[in-house]
């Protein structure tokens, strides 16, 4: 979690996972479908345990929070950024 100075810049909660790497028969559509089955966990995760609460206690507003979930296939990451609803 990135929690600004500034109250009213951007805070950032980052949930990380891994998966493996494009296996060798595995075609791309179903290695993207892999990556995005597991943003969405990481995103579902950061909503279900409330990560966000840290940055409102801090003061944060909810449209300045940033939800990053970082899916890792070997060392290659995978980022699609969402704002807090």
């Known amino acids: 979690m990135l929690i600004p100075h500034d109250r009213s810049k951007y805070g950032v909660v980052i949930e990380i996972k891994q998966i493996e790497k494009q296996r060798e028969k595995e075609n791309d559509k179903d290695f993207n479908n892999r990556i995005n089955d597991q943003i969405k966990i990481a995103?579902?995760?950061?909503?279900?345990?409330?990560?966000?609460?840290?940055?409102?206690?801090?003061k944060i507003k909810p449209e300045n929070i940033?939800?990053?979930?970082?899916?890792?296939?070997?060392?290659?990451?995978?980022?699609?950024?969402?704002?807090?609803?």
């Open 43 to 58: 995103v579902n995760q950061i909503d279900r345990n409330k990560y966000h609460k840290e940055l409102i206690d801090n």
């Open 66 to 85: 940033i939800k990053l979930p970082i899916v890792f296939a070997g060392k290659e990451p995978y980022i699609i950024p969402s704002k807090t609803d």
